[in-house]
Each structure stands twice: as structure tokens, then as C-alpha cells.
């Protein structure tokens, strides 16, 4: 990084250590005083307050007062540019939420476990309570949130944030997500499915970074995919593309809860891998047999192969059709690494038309469990980028915005606002004004 | 792991357990659920050595043991966060962890062992309090029950006992407590959740165990179970199917 072309041991290399120590303690915390800074980092008031003032006249921190938990106090946080953006993910047993600039940065995050068939008003509402929650913890009021990027576990309409695949999650059909949200937090939210959003996060900063095209699988409770063609996103005319889960693999299998039959999800979906290990096993529950795999029980690890290469099998068929240079394997099952990646790659590698120039690379998610909500943040960012771009190209040099900019997914479907987002732009667009300076120096 | 098996206890007339079986298994959540004085909290302190019962048999990695008190339930590896947390406000986080239990090194403590392995265990459990030196009482009530986890990790037992952990907590809070409860799990360590909460217990729980009037009244896989079946079990609606042992 920037230490790079410094002696170590010298006074510059030591300071720029603590800087490093000092930068790393607020993005890892959200926000700190500074006596909070030198317990965190073990260096004197003294230095914080020098290394403090040296990065706020940088404009890489700003000072904000908190009243959290009743106390008044000065935190530092890291700069916002601008404006925060909030990525939130909704999973069948997770809800993650997360708060960005308009930069790459991540400024505050927590997850939270959610129950099995988890209610769509509560499971909301804690998000939304959430985001409040992460906004205090860096000092920041809610007008300050530009928007929200919502990743949903199944395809959405991008209008209204309804998932137009049936039974995704319990309770949840025909509820308009995007909506729902956007009224609890009063700013806009911008809603995809999380395949795609893991996408577009894995195209802007993690595996696929150097390609044009990629394909991101994703493999966990179900099975889906996100298409990046030609650096956008493409989310198909209803925004069902890559719903490999609901491609048919046995015309003969089980109906799917889609209603039609043999699906690829009847096949590897959890529901259909715990069920075969039911009468060996017992009930298990996904993050089990994850474990299994990975402690090396034999039956588990089974399972998963077998699930890899039915996924390789399908996906062979994308790889021909669509021709991307890489394809990432993420989601829950990813997490035993070879175990589901070496026979995904063989059955992508053996079934899709051979390219003698240049063969696909099947290569391991680089962004691991954070790739939705990090692409929900990103999708929150490109959506606020598009309402702002006259400004953004104003008083704002590139760096900002490097990787986030008109980039992937920002066709013209790729989730559109909702109605609401017209609404906030004014206040967005003064803070963008008032922020401009502190691009300068960065 | 840990096996209970017909445990009675009585104050009194009053009746707060009765033949109770309970079990919690390595890299295992169970939660004990019930309605107010079902009798969880003293389960919780016949665990933790608080409480003697007055039958029953205990039994620990297979063997039987008897938890005459709380240093005992510690030699044997089971540790407990009480519904009142026990936790000294004008102490800091590291004196809070180390109370009763403080390392020594000459006839001095070692205050820098004592600091680091505090900083170990709240990055195992993803804490967010930055600094190990703040006082309890400026910690918010979530950091606070952060620390009365963080206490029961020192002596690496192999049983947490949580007797509502989220009471009382915001969501945020409550987020924090529960990421915490799978990061026990993920360590290897048996969880005994006690809450009234069904969100969060179905949230992080493996199984649920219901107690209804000092009795066992259902046990339910927790991936698999509606909310409606357990509270009625909770309420009595139900009855546990008749499987012994
Ligand atoms: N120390 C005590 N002395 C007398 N009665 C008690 C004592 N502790 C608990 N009890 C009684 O035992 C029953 C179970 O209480 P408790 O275990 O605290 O229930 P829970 O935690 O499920 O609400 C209640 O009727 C309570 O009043
Ligand atoms: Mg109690
Ligand atoms: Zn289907």
C-alpha cells in the first residue's frame, strides 16, 4: 500500500504505521472518540489527537456528535462524501445490513440471525431499525442516507421489490418489499435479487474484477445466478435471467415450488440435500452439513459433490450460451470450498463447448458471505450516482467513484427507483454541494 | 454432553421443577422456553452450582457429577450468565472479566496478560467495544451483556448457560447477543439459551426445550418448528408427545 516506498523504522514509516492503526480502529468500529482511539490502537492521546488532525485537514475522517446511549460525545468516522448509502440483506435465516459512503467504503455493519420462515413486517421493521442503528453508531442523522440497496433471496420486480417467484420466502409473495421498507426509513430503497447483486460485487471489487463478462452462481439454500455481460448487469426482461435453481434437470423429478417439475432446486436445493442425508444423519440443518462437509464426513461431502457437478452441468449450458470469461461460485455451500468447487468446475469444463483460446475460469467467490450486501450497497450508490450524476461530475474528482460509476448494472431496468425517490433528491443533492471540498485532498 | 436427568427442586411448598431432563451436546444451542416461572431460571442455577436439587442425576461427558456450587460448576466447565448480570460499574471491562479470578504474575496481577486475553475473547465473539479499559458504566446494555459472555469464555468451559440475554435490549442490541451466540457455537462450546423470546430463540437455537409448571413439555428441532407449536406447548395447548429418555 502507501507505506510501500518507505524505509521501515523511520519516523515517516512509523507515522504512517499509526495512521494505518488509527484508520483501520474507525472503519472497524463505525465511529470512536478519540480516548476510545487510543485504547483501541495503544497509542498516546496525544498521538491520536496529532494523526486525528492530520486526517480530518486530509478530509479521509470527519468528527461527528453522538448522543448514543445518552452520552454526548465527539466521534470520529471515517469521511463521508457526500452522503451514506445503506446495503441491507434479507436471507431465509439472516438479515444484514450496512452502511457506505460513496466511495468503496464500508462504514458500520451488523448482521443478525433470523428464524426459519422469519415474518416479513418484523424481519423489516429490524431492518429498518437497524440502519437507524448503524447510522448512530457514525454520528450520522437519517437525511444524511442518500438510499437503500435491498438483496432479496429470489427474483424481484425492480418497480416494486415484490419477488416474482413464488414461495421464496414464506409469507413474503405479493408484498411489495421496496415499498414496505422505503416507508418505515422515508428514503428510497432499490431492491434486486441477491445473485445479482453478489454480481455486481464481485465484478466491481472482488473475483471477476479484471472481466467483462462473468457469470456469479450462487449455491445455497437455492440455487441461482447472476449474469454481468459486457460490464452491466443484465437482469432480463422480468428479472428473472439466471434463475438456473428453475432450470429442469429431471423431467421425470419432484414439482417444484415454482410448479413446474424436476427443477435443478429439487435437486440440490437445501430441502433436497438435508433430506438425503435424513436417514443416515438425522435432521440436520444447512449450516450442519456445511460443517460436516468441511470436518470431512464422508456422506456430507458426498451430498455436496454430487450438488456441484449438478450445478457445473447446468451451468456448462450458460457457459456456452453466454461465454463469460469467469464464472464465481459463491453462497453458503461455497463455504466448503473444494469439496463443491472441484466437481462444479470438472462438470462445467467437461459439458460446455471446449474453448481452445481462452477455457472459462471457475474460480471461488473473493467476497464470501458480504458479496450481497456489498452489491446491495453498490446498487444503492449507482442508483444515487444516476440522480446525482450532473453534480457528481461537478464537484467531485473520479477517485470517488471508481468502480461504482455507470459500470455494471446500470441499465435502464436494472433496479429502478421507486416512486419515493424523486422525492428525497433535495436534500441529497445539498449535502452532495456541502461535501464537494472534502474530495480535494483525499 | 451435559445430562440432566429427574430433576426435582422445591421451595417450600412451592414445586419449581420436576423431573426435569435436559441435554446439551458440543457446537450445540438449546433453548429453554417457558412461560414466567416455569421454572427455567432455576434450572439455571441447579447448572451453575447455585442451586442443589433435590433428586436427580447430572452427569458430565458421560459421568456422573455433583454441582455442590458455583466454583465447581466452573472446575467442571460450565459457566453462567445470570438474569442479573452480577457486573461492577465503577470496574472497567478487563476487571469486570478478571473479577475473583484475576492473574497473577509475582504478587502483582498481570495486568497486560489480564488485557490481552480480554481483547482475545472479544474479537472471538466480534464485539464491538473498543476498548477494554472503559468502565461498565458507560457500556450500553447490550456491550454489558457482551462482557457477562465474554466473562464465562475465561475458563474455556464447555456449557454457557444464558438466562435471557436480550431482555430488555433494542434490536441492534439484541443482533449483537445473538451474533455473539452462534460465534459460542461456532467455538465449540454447548449453549443453554434461556428466553421468553421465540423470535430470537428460533433465530439461533438448535432445539427448543419447553418447560411448562417445573415440567418438560415438548422438545423441538428448531430449523423445523412453527412459532404456533411452541408457544403451544408454552401455553399447555399441547402436550409433549409420550417418548421417554
Ligand atoms: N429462591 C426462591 N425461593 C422461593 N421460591 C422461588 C425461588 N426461586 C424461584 N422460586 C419459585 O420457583 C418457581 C420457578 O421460578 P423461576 O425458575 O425463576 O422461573 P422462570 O425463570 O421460568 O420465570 C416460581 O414459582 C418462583 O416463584
Ligand atoms: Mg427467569
Ligand atoms: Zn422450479
Keep these: 500500500m502507501r507505506r510501500g516506498n518507505t524505509t521501515p523504522g523511520t519516523p515517516t514509516s512509523l507515522r504512517e504505521a499509526n495512521r494505518g492503526r488509527i484508520v483501520d480502529a474507525v472503519k472497524r468500529f463505525g465511529g470512536l472518540t478519540q480516548v476510545e482511539l487510543a485504547a483501541a490502537t495503544g497509542l498516546s492521546t496525544a498521538t491520536v489527537s496529532t494523526i486525528v488532525r492530520e486526517l480530518l485537514d486530509a478530509g479521509v475522517v470527519e468528527t461527528h456528535a453522538t448522543s448514543r446511549s445518552g452520552r454526548r460525545a465527539v466521534k470520529v468516522t471515517m469521511a ?19 452502511l457506505g459512503d460513496l466511495t468503496l467504503s464500508v462504514v458500520a455493519d451488523q448482521t443478525m440471525p433470523l428464524p426459519s420462515d422469519h415474518r416479513s413486517d418484523t424481519t423489516l421493521d429490524r431492518a429498518a431499525l437497524l440502519v437507524v ?27 416494486t421489490g415484490e419477488v416474482t417467484v413464488r414461495g421464496v420466502l414464506r409469507g413474503w409473495d405479493d408484498l411489495h418489499v421496496g415499498q414496505v421498507l422505503s416507508k418505515r426509513l422515508a428514503r428510497p430503497v432499490h431492491v434486486d435479487k441477491d445473485a445479482n447483486l ?6 466491481d471489487l472482488g473475483a471477476a474484477r479484471e472481466h467483462h463478462d462473468s457469470v456469479y452462481v450462487r449455491v445455497g439454500h437455492t440455487t441461482s445466478a447472476g449474469l454481468v455481460l459486457g460490464d452491466r448487469l443484465h437482469r432480463g426482461y422480468a428479472g428473472t435471467a439466471g434463475e438456473i435453481g428453475h432450470v429442469q434437470v429431471d423431467p421425470a423429478g419432484p414439482v417444484c415450488r415454482c410448479g413446474n417439475r424436476g427443477c435443478l432446486d429439487t435437486v440440490v436445493g437445501a430441502q433436497a440435500l ?4 435424513r436417514s443416515s444423519h438425522g435432521d440436520l440443518t444447512l449450516r450442519d452439513l456445511i460443517a460436516h462437509a468441511g470436518e470431512g464426513d464422508p456422506g456430507c461431502r458426498r451430498v455436496v459433490a454430487d450438488a456441484g457437478r449438478a450445478v457445473g452441468e447446468v451451468v456448462a449450458g450458460l457457459v456456452t450460451v453466454l461465454n463469460p470469461q469467469v464464472v464465481v461460485v459463491g453462497g453458503e455451500l461455497a463455504r466448503t470450498g473444494d469439496v463443491l468447487l472441484d ?8 459439458h460446455a463447448i471446449p474453448g481452445r483460446l481462452a477455457p472459462v475460469e471457475v474460480v471461488p467467490a473473493a467476497l464470501g458471505d458480504r458479496a450481497e450486501v456489498l452489491g ?15 453534480l457528481l461530475r461537478h464537484g467531485h474528482g473520479d477517485d470517488a467513484l471508481s468502480g461504482t460509476g455507470s459500470g455494471a448494472g446500470s441499465g435502464p431496468r436494472s433496479g429502478a427507483g421507486l416512486g419515493e425517490g424523486d422525492d428525497v433528491g433535495h436534500p441529497g443533492t445539498q449535502r452532495a454541494d456541502g461535501g464537494a471540498h472534502e474530495s480535494e485532498a483525499s | 454432553m451435559l445430562s440432566l436427568r429427574g ?37 439455571a442455577k441447579v447448572v451453575a452450582g447455585v442451586l442443589s436439587p433435590d433428586a436427580g442425576l447430572i452427569e458430565m461427558a458421560g459421568r456422573p457429577v455433583t454441582i455442590g456450587s458455583a466454583a465447581q460448576a466452573r472446575a467442571l466447565g460450565i459457566a453462567t450468565v445470570f438474569q442479573e448480570l452480577a457486573l461492577c460499574d465503577n470496574l472497567d471491562v478487563v476487571q469486570n472479566l478478571f473479577l475473583g479470578q484475576e492473574l497473577r504474575r509475582g504478587r502483582g496481577l498481570d495486568e497486560e496478560a489480564m488485557e490481552d486475553r480480554a481483547r482475545e475473547i472479544l474479537r472471538d465473539l466480534t464485539s464491538r467495544i473498543p476498548s477494554v479499559r472503559t468502565p461498565l458504566a458507560v457500556l450500553s446494555a447490550g456491550q454489558r451483556q457482551t462482557v457477562a459472555i465474554a466473562r464465562t469464555l475465561l475458563g474455556s468451559p464447555r456449557v454457557v448457560v444464558l438466562d435471557e440475554p436480550t431482555a430488555s435490549l433494542s434490536v441492534a442490541q439484541t443482533a449483537e447477543v445473538l451474533t455473539h451466540i452462534e460465534s459460542l457455537r ?11 423470546n421465540m423470535g430470537d430463540v428460533r433465530a439461533v437455537a438448535d432445539r427448543i426445550e419447553v418447560l411448562r409448571h417445573g415440567r418438560n413439555n415438548g422438545s423441538f428441532p428448531a430449523a423445523a418448528v412453527s412459532y404456533e407449536e411452541v408457544v403451544a406447548a408454552i401455553t399447555g395447548a399441547s402436550r409433549p408427545r409420550a417418548v421417554a429418555g
Excluded at chain 1, 198 to 203: D, I, S, T, V
Excluded at chain 2, 186 to 196: C, D, M, R, Y
Aim: no cysteine; hydrophobic share 50%; charged share 20%.
Design chain 1, 376 to 390: 446491495a450497497l453498490a446498487l444503492a450508490r449507482q442508483q444515487t450516482d444516476v440522480q446525482h450524476a450532473h
Design chain 2, 186 to 196: 461456532n467455538l465449540g462450546h454447548g449453549v443453554i439459551l434461556i428466553s421468553h
Design chain 2, 7 to 43: 430433576i426435582d427442586k422445591s421451595f417450600g411448598p412451592v414445586v419449581a421443577l420436576e423431573g426435569v431432563d435436559l441435554d446439551v451436546h458440543a457446537h450445540e444451542v438449546v433453548a429453554l422456553v417457558g412461560d414466567n416461572a416455569a421454572g427455567k431460571s432455576t434450572l
Design chain 1, 343 to 350: 466437481p462444479l468446475r470438472t462438470a462445467i469444463l467437461t
Design chain 1, 133 to 159: 442503528d448503524l447510522l448512530d453508531r457514525v454520528g450520522a442523522e437519517l437525511d444524511e442516507l442518500l438510499a437503500i440497496g435491498l438483496a432479496m433471496p429470489g427474483p424481484v420486480d425492480s418497480a
Design chain 1, 80 to 98: 463521508r462524501r457526500l452522503g451514506l448509502v445503506a446495503g441491507v440483506e434479507v436471507g431465509p435465516r439472516a438479515l444484514r445490513v450496512a
Design chain 1, 198 to 203: 453478489a454480481a455486481l460485487a464481485e465484478h
Design chain 1, 274 to 277: 438435508l433430506g438425503s442425508l
